[in-house]
């Protein structure tokens, strides 16, 4: 057997050796080259002294959470648009500082960034927010993969959440104001939008359209995969709805909210343990942290 090393799973797997389920968070011992998982009770110790291993026996220990390659793949939630609110920021700086050389430094502290440039660092936080609700439900059986890069642009995906309900593609945003669905049409014409307080926000859900677009060709490349349940959903973070409020369905895409995004997640069991792991080890390689 190839060299292995103990680890707890970020995705969940199944036993090489016995076929046992294995849950994400679980201790296992994984095999990197084989790109095999097995439980803690078929460690490769036992191959080695019953004479069937054909390589070098890892040190037996508790398993490590940051050895696991696949916490390499899960990304950082919120990474991007950090990064870009530091990117404008630091630009701003530069700025005032070459234009104003004696007094940069004050100018800086009594004024704020710009709104273009909070916004990003909001955005952020919204992210990050919901990025560690995913988290959580990781020990029940989804993956989270965070902050996507989607191939040849400059764009990404908030999150993909790979659960026992589907694929669930999230577009998070961190918006003050009611979401509503509204009827901006005459009489004659349907004309349906998403506005948060006074803001036409539909233009999100063509965005959403577009990053479906790239899961769905990402889990077409491998046929047993294809037919896997997708959805797109923008979820607001911090915004207001009203009373008794469902999730908005609109131009194919769910409006929702934290809290009954996480629990869609397990609505209903659609996709096993082990295909699981293979869609979430699919969409983390075709679609690497940003």
Known sequence: MAESRSLRLRYPAVCAACGKALAAGTGA???????????????????????????????????????????????????????????????????????????????????????STRAWAAGADGERALGNRFDEVAARGAVALHDRRIPDTRANIDHIVVAPAGVFV?????????????????????DERLYVGRRDCSRLLAGMQKQLAVVRNALATQTDLADVPLTGNLCFVGAEWSWFARPIELDGVTVTWPKVLVEMFEKRIVLTPARIGAVARLLGERLPSA
């Open 170 to 190: 999230v577009d998070a945003k961190k918006y003050t104001g009611k979401v509503e669905k509204r009827d901006v049409g005459g009489f004659f014409k349907k």
């Open 29 to 115: 011992w994984w095999d990197a080259t084989r790109k095999q998982a097995r439980c803690i009770e078929h460690s490769p110790a036992v191959e080695v002294s019953a004479g069937v291993a054909d390589g070098p026996t890892p040190e037996a220990g508790p398993p490590h959470a940051d050895e696991a390659e696949v916490d390499l793949r899960s990304g950082v939630a919120g990474a991007s648009a950090q990064r870009e609110f530091e990117r404008r920021r630091a630009q701003r700086e530069a700025r005032i500082r070459t234009a104003h050389p004696h007094i940069g430094g004050l100018i800086l502290a009594l004024t704020d960034d710009p709104q």
